[in-house]
């Protein structure tokens, strides 16, 4: 027993040290690095001297990172629980889809996951276009009959891009929720059709019980994924410093202004956010659903 116990351990520790290796080499230890140079005035590539918390202190009396902080958040409460709101409630109408019309529809709204970014950016550019964007037509009403260019406007800029983020990102939230709704038995339908209960009754006390882990994980992988805002702010904006967020300060701190050491301090608090917020949320989450 004890030789196969010993044997079981060495071969589990040889399946586990390529990962082991590549995520100290790729993630541990490039994480200590950027929280030394956070304590430092080192341009992004060289020495520097030693500044204490310096880095952290500046970041707090900087408006431009009070804004980027306060934009991500904002982006993060359009787009996150609008998302998984849409995706769980477009799932539910999937699934009662069969045959080839439920694979028709699922590839319709997972379509627009696998397009990079850059073609995302240019469909919704031109949908959104001031001269002949569709999109105006439904915008000029709402604004006394005259266009107006949205990606110019920092009050619509967030909640275009948002809107633009939620539609890039339905189709993997929705095959989740899909999967998830799969799962549940039919029989546990059938037997509460027996008990008399109605499609409201049946999603509320079974559906939403059983589906909330998966809403739990939707929830928390959209969470993470909104906060690391970047690439559609940088590639919109047209106005940087209005419509700044936290990815794109350490990008112009660290890799336009070569600042390194700021940039790695906006570093390591956008990490410390990112988990404090993401562990919370699903430890609230779960709490929530077990009760």
């Given at each position: 027993?004890?030789?196969?116990s010993?044997s ?10 390529p ?10 230890y ?21 500044v ?16 980027a902080?306060?934009n ?21 109408g ?5 045959g ?25 550019g ?6 002949f ?9 709402l604004n ?5 260019s ?39 339908y059938?037997?509460?059709?027996l008990?008399?209960a ?16 998966v ?15 970047f ?5 919109l ?13 350490v990008?112009r701190e ?29 430890q ?6 077990q009760?």
């Amino acid at each position: 027993m004890i030789r196969r116990s010993r044997s079981d351990s060495l071969t589990a520790a040889v399946l586990m040290a390529p990962f082991v290796v590549i995520y100290v080499i790729f993630f541990v230890y490039p994480t200590i690095k950027m929280v030394e140079l956070s304590f430092t005035n080192a341009p992004l590539i060289g020495p520097g001297k030693w500044v204490g918390l310096d880095n952290y202190f500046r970041l707090a009396s900087d408006r431009l990172f009070s804004t980027a902080v306060w934009n991500t958040i904002y982006f993060v409460v359009l787009s996150v629980p609008t998302g998984t709101l849409l995706a769980l409630l477009i799932a539910l109408g999937v699934t009662r889809l069969k045959g080839w019309l439920q694979s028709l529809v699922l590839a319709a709204f997972f379509l627009p996951y696998i397009l990079p970014v850059s073609v995302v950016i240019r469909i919704w550019g031109w949908m959104f276009d001031k001269d002949f964007g569709v999109a105006q037509y439904l915008i000029a009403p709402l604004n006394d009959g005259q266009r107006i260019s949205v990606f110019r406007t920092v009050p619509l800029f967030m909640p275009a891009v948002a809107s633009i983020t939620v539609w890039w990102c339905l189709g993997f939230s929705l095959l989740l929720f899909v999967a998830g709704l799969r799962n549940i038995s039919n029989e546990i339908y059938e037997a509460a059709e027996l008990d008399g209960a109605g499609r409201w009754d049946q999603f509320r006390r079974i559906t939403w019980p059983l589906i909330w882990p998966v809403t739990v994980l939707v929830f928390t992988i959209q969470f993470i994924l909104q906060l690391k805002i970047f690439d559609q702010v940088y590639l919109l904006s047209s106005r940087p410093d209005a419509n700044m967020v936290m990815v794109y300060y350490v990008f112009r701190e660290a890799f336009q202004l070569n600042r390194g050491g700021l940039g790695a301090a906006s570093a390591v608090v956008l990490f410390v956010v990112i988990a404090v917020l993401s562990v919370l949320q699903f430890q609230l989450l779960r709490a929530r659903g077990q009760r």
